[in-house]
């Protein structure tokens, strides 16, 4: 999941794979904003055909809270 979620957000920061750890905080370290969370946000509902709230775009600091909740998700849906 992890590798997966690192490819989209290289691509969408413009940036290499290896600058991109779990602990990487997305704003801080990757130069952010609200709106290019937002798109990050909606290149993953694309990629795993999903939806997620706009409230939990306040969640994803680092790329492991993304992680995280994408593999809760899965758990849920094999539950």
């Known amino acids: 999941m ?3 979620v690192r490819a989209i957000m290289a691509e969408q920061f413009r940036t290499t794979e290896d600058k991109i750890r779990p602990e990487t905080d997305i704003k801080a370290e990757l130069g952010a904003d609200s709106l290019d969370v937002l798109q990050l ?11 997620v709230p706009d409230e939990e775009l306040l969640n994803f600091v680092t790329v492991q809270d993304v992680v995280d909740y994408l593999e809760g998700l899965e758990a849920k ?3």
């Open 2 to 4: 992890f590798e997966k």
């Open 41 to 51: 946000l909606m290149a993953i509902e694309d990629t795993y055909g999903i939806t």
């Open 77 to 79: 849906k094999n539950g």
